[in-house]
């Protein structure tokens, strides 16, 4: 298995645009996670799915963000408007029920909103 | 969510065991331990987890004390390549919540 994949791998973009990060997670695997990593929070959650319905979205920091799962193989995070403070690295991961929260993290996309 | 503390930074010499510690006092009976780590510009890799006996796999061993108030993560041999930040997370829900680890420099 080729792991989580995420796309795309580095993002520049200019305040106000739209910005999509894709997610592809493991085959098989039922939960879904999206988390965002800056210097000062460090690693948050975001939200999470559960096959494929949003199960606890209390990370998302406001309306501006949006995440969704279509199917079981593929996951977005959205952000429109998008804004300065939005820059940080962007991770998914997925996991399966029955594995103890062990979470398979992907590569990231890097997201920089000039 | 228990809790946990950990040491912002610490030291080892390549090739001698790396103990990581974790304090997680107010850990309860159905949260589990489990260590993460970031190598820089990667994402979060799972190293080991436990209840309240102490686990090893071919990454490391996990020692967690009998009033589970707190555990070691053992690296036996560090090498360079375990440079990274180590997260010790303990619940049991199922998504996790990561603090600020241990930034862990192995040295030649």
């Known amino acids: 298995d080729a792991g989580v994949i995420q796309s795309p791998r580095h993002e520049v973009t200019e305040m106000g645009q739209e910005v999509t990060l894709r997610c592809k997670p493991i085959?098989?695997?039922?939960?879904l996670f999206w988390y965002r990593q800056t210097m000062m929070r460090g690693l948050e959650l975001l939200i999470y799915?559960?096959?494929?319905?949003?199960?606890?979205d209390s990370g998302m920091p406001e309306d501006r963000f949006s995440a969704k799962m279509p199917n079981a193989s593929f996951s977005t995070l959205k952000i429109q408007p998008s804004e300065p403070r939005d820059s940080a690295v962007y991770f998914c991961?997925?996991?399966?029920?029955?594995?103890?929260?062990?979470?398979?993290f992907g590569s990231g996309t890097q997201l920089s909103v000039l | 969510d228990a809790k946990t503390t950990q040491p912002p930074s610490m030291d080892c010499a390549e090739g001698r065991a790396a103990n990581l510690p974790c304090n997680h006092s107010?850990?309860?009976?159905?949260?589990?331990v489990y260590w993460y780590r970031q190598i820089h510009s990667q994402g979060p890799q799972y190293i080991i987890h436990?209840?309240?006996n102490n686990e090893t796999n071919e990454m490391a061993s996990l020692i967690i004390t009998e009033d589970r108030k707190s555990s070691t993560l053992i690296l036996p041999h560090a090498t360079l390549r375990d440079t990274a930040v180590y997260y010790c997370?303990?619940?049991?829900?199922?998504?996790?919540?990561f603090g600020q680890g241990t930034r862990l420099t192995i040295n030649p």
């Open positions: 991961a997925s996991s399966f029920t029955g594995s103890n929260e062990k979470l398979f």
């Open positions: 085959s098989g695997h039922d939960y």
């Open positions: 799915f559960n096959n494929n319905v949003p199960i606890d």
């Open positions: 107010t850990i309860s009976g159905n949260e589990y």
């Open positions: 436990g209840l309240k």
């Open positions: 997370i303990a619940q049991g829900a199922q998504k996790l919540v």
